[in-house]
């Protein structure tokens, strides 16, 4: 027979799609990387099999065990979807920020939802932070995956994004553009890729109410520069210790309103239907476009999928509701 044998073995080996309008637009090559074909529809399938798999052969999870964490969603689905495959119960902190339909997938895979307020400082108790660390303390049996922390999650993606990303452009990339949010993602494929060839600017996206961009540019954690925002998985209000900022040559900040008309510009001009998140590191883009010349090679990582922004970026209802339209 050829088949997988398990939904978990189709995690990976996403494609890496040419961007045909914006490459003619901005007089470059600018190339997708499309997490949203993983089965769970983003880039955090990666981490939650790799840190499952780790978990479970250093004796730290157990037959009949609990997984917990703390996430805006994407990492809750994907470990939700591994914890339903295996056998594991799944307890998901997230805050009131996650939209509707990241929750009713959660569900969905059999996990339990706990929903935290967005406003609620890291150290509060009633944080999702807080919240999912008392958990595991009061759990027998349980792992907290602690994503900002661990650095399974970025060698998840040492290990897979970034020697697809390699082979996929025949080593000629020049350029990687990458959401930081836990800074995993950007973190693991940047060391691989530089490890490869120092010379590929690795450009992190930031959004306009984070402390991280200032962070890497002044080493300056100001809790005056943390503002509200609507972005889901960029930027932060804590420095992970995931970010790995000697692998980032330059950092981003995007704001809500530029980055959702991007990843609607994506879905209408090169029919990908990618989440805010996506059109935030397509903003990141724009705004570097001036540095890009014309034989390079840039790939931007498209990190989770838009049919779970139906109600919020794609609603024109929403859109104007808040003012992005
Ligand atoms: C939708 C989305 N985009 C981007 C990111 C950022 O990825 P990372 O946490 O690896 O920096 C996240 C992570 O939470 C996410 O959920």
Redesign the pocket.
């Known amino acids: 027979m050829i088949g997988k044998n398990s939904i978990l073995e189709t995690i990976g080996e996403t494609p890496l799609i040419r961007l045909q309008e914006l490459s003619k637009e901005l007089n470059t090559n600018i190339w997708g990387k499309l997490e949203a074909a993983n089965p769970g529809h983003?880039?955090?399938d990666r981490i939650a099999v790799y840190v499952v798999r780790c978990a479970e052969e250093k004796g730290y999870l157990k037959p009949g065990g609990t997984i917990i964490e703390s996430?805006?969603?994407?990492?809750g689905r994907s470990l939700a979807m591994v914890a339903a495959l295996r056998g594991y119960k799944c307890i998901i902190c997230t805050t009131t920020k996650i939209s509707f339909e990241k929750k009713a997938v959660l569900e969905a895979y059999g996990a339990e939802v706990i929903v935290c307020p967005k406003e609620a400082k890291p150290d509060d108790p009633e944080s999702y932070y807080s919240r999912a660390r008392a958990l595991h303390e009061k759990t027998p049996n349980s792992i907290y995956i602690n994503?900002y922390y661990n650095t399974h999650?970025v060698e998840a993606?040492y290990h897979s994004t970034g020697p697809e990303l390699w082979k996929q452009t025949e080593g000629k990339l020049t350029h990687y553009v990458c959401?930081?949010?836990?800074?995993?993602?950007?973190s693991g494929t940047a060391q691989y890729l530089k490890e490869q060839n120092p010379a590929i600017r690795v450009l992190g996206v930031d959004a306009v109410g984070s402390v991280l961009t200032r962070y890497a540019r002044e080493g300056v954690l100001d809790e005056n520069d943390i503002r509200p925002y609507m972005l889901?998985?960029?930027g932060k209000n804590i420095i992970p210790s995931t970010v790995l900022f000697e692998y980032i040559d330059e950092f981003v900040q995007v704001e809500d309103k530029p980055s959702l008309l991007r990843a609607r510009q994506l879905a209408r001009t090169e029919s990908i239907l990618a989440?805010?998140?996506g059109g935030a590191a397509l903003e990141g883009v724009y705004q570097y476009r001036h540095y890009f010349k014309p034989d390079d090679q840039v790939v931007v990582l498209l990190?989770?999928h838009g049919i779970s922004y139906l109600s919020k970026l794609y609603s024109d209802a929403w859109m104007e509701e808040n003012g992005f339209l």
């Open positions: 983003s880039a955090k996430t805006s969603g994407n990492t994503q999650n993606h959401c930081v949010g836990t800074g995993g993602t950007i889901e998985g960029v989440g805010p998140s990190p989770d």
